[in-house]
């Protein structure tokens, strides 16, 4: 299996063909060929080439896949007991390709810049087209139905008047009855009660020190 050990952005990756992997961003776009010529180290089975830094002539052919921004990460510092507290959030931008071939001797890459990657990218980043409604066609006026022949209406017999009831007797008013004069009922008198006479007061016995007295 050949393998290679390239270096960009800053970092190593053990890359194979067909791998895809995440690197820092690359300026290039979907479907470009990207070539990596700082190759540390190839390798085929127990066969490995170690380079002092880099291994001459060799490098390693890729597609370029897209740039996205990455998962948020959090930055919190803080310092106890000086009210010093602060969150901040970082989104890396990263760019993903696929290693296509491991070159060596000098080799030139035979990739071909992918014109799927490129067709599909356009169409992501195109705008999105405001679907707006056709006018409405007019509607062409309804032909005037012809008018229904009119049934010949069928002459009612005519219902013989019906006789004209006679008139009611008025009845006569009756004769008002005179108000029976109501005759003051006498109130019987009643006979005025003897008036007892007051009793009198009976006086109240002398004490003894008042006969003395009087002596």
Known sequence: ???????????????????????????????????????????????????????????????????KK???????????????????????????????????????????ADEKLRAKAAAEAAPVAVVTEAPAKPRKAAAPKAAPEAKAAKPKAEKPAAEAKAPKAEKAPKAAKPAAEKAPKAKAEKPAADKKPAAKKKAAPKSPSDSADQE
Do not use: C
């Open 70 to 112: 990455q998962r948020t990460v959090l930055i919190i510092k803080k310092h106890r007991r000086q009210h010093f507290d602060r969150r901040n959030g970082h989104r890396q931008m990263l760019s993903t390709v696929r290693i296509g071939e491991i070159l060596i001797g000098g080799a030139k890459p035979t990739l071909v």
């Open 1 to 67: 299996m050949n393998f290679a050990v390239i270096k960009t952005g800053g970092k190593q990756y053990k890359v194979a063909a067909n791998d895809v992997l995440k690197i820092e961003k690359l300026e290039a776009q979907a479907g470009d060929v990207v070539t990596f010529d700082q190759v540390l180290m190839v390798g085929n089975g127990d066969d490995v080439t170690v380079g002092a830094p880099l291994v001459e002539g060799a490098s390693v052919a890729a597609h370029f896949l897209g740039t």
